[in-house]
């Protein structure tokens, strides 16, 4: 599996970000996908997640300012990121689940991630 994240940049608080992930390998289009962020002083955290059916969820820090959604077609997904905060600066990484539920866990597959910096 290989993930190509893009997107990413400088913005100042209250601004907006898309970011997009390109999914290729051998997975299933129908499998969940995931956005995770990782900064130094934190571990890697879940974001946002779809499963195959595009129902979402989303970590509470985000709710209502982010959208996560999918082209299954294109294995692609994007996160649509609007009031940012400076809290939100992270390298954010895109993930394939094991499965067709959001609640699966991701495959060990990463890529290099995109770095958002939210300035205040």
């Known amino acids: 599996v290989q993930l190509q994240a893009s997107g990413g940049g400088l913005v100042q608080a209250g601004g907006s970000l898309t970011l997009s992930c390109a999914a290729s390998g051998s997975f299933f289009s129908a499998n969940a996908m995931s956005w995770y962020r990782q900064t130094p002083a934190k571990q890697r955290e879940l974001v946002a997640a779809?499963?195959?059916?595009?129902?979402?969820k989303y970590a509470d820090p985000v709710k209502g300012r982010f959208t996560i959604s999918r082209d299954n077609a294109k294995k692609m997904v994007y996160l649509q990121m609007d009031s940012l905060k400076p809290e939100d600066t992270a390298v954010y990484y895109c993930?394939?689940?094991?499965?067709?539920?959001?609640?699966?866990?991701?495959?060990?597959?990463w890529g290099q991630g995109t770095l958002v910096t939210v300035s205040s």
């Open positions: 993930a394939v689940n094991e499965g067709v539920s959001y609640n699966t866990p991701p495959l060990n597959y």
């Open positions: 779809i499963n195959g059916g595009g129902d979402t």
